[in-house]
């Protein structure tokens, strides 16, 4: 009987390894966040070493940085950034159906961890500005314009990180319950006492 050889990562072109480590940091970091993360865990998701890691990525925040940027790009050629329709609600589902644990980074992970704030930020400060666009016509200007404007875009990504946990019930029919509770908000904000 031969003896059994360790495992050896297969050579990979640069930007095909760079891509592989960058999934399995996004699995790996989406299941406790940055700082319970360490490069072992990448390691071990990837089946490569420290030194391969450090070949692409200068450190573990440079990593993170890399999978965030990587889950906003992929997020913007699913949904666009500039002005929403009908279609924008499916093609949500659609994106963190893709790439659930990027999402699950993007807006639950990195909104809770300091130095990666401002990606989260930037992503809200976009949706709260499409929204208030797109509230003008229904909400008088006001501040309860701005509450629509700032709770639209939160309804609509945590009723979608919801649908994510819970299994991703009724994929047709998600969408439209998610716009029935967006609805609602504009609908409470436009209220007139």
Known sequence: MAASRPSVARRLPRAERREQILTAATRA?????????????VAAEAGVTHVILYRHFTSKSDLYRAVL???????AESVGTGDYDDEAI??????????PDGFRLLFRHAAREREFRDV????????TEVARRHLAEAV??????????RLVPTVALEAVIAWLDAGRPDPDGAARRIDRAVRAVIEAAAVTD
């Open 69 to 75: 940027d990587r889950a906003c790009t992929g997020l």
């Open 120 to 127: 989260v930020d930037g992503l809200r400060a976009m949706g």
């Open 29 to 41: 970091f989406a299941r406790t966040g940055f700082t319970a993360t360490g490069l072992d865990d």
């Open 140 to 149: 008088p200007a006001g501040p309860w314009q701005e509450w629509a404007a």
């Open 90 to 99: 499916p093609a949500l589902l659609r994106a963190a159906a893709a790439d």
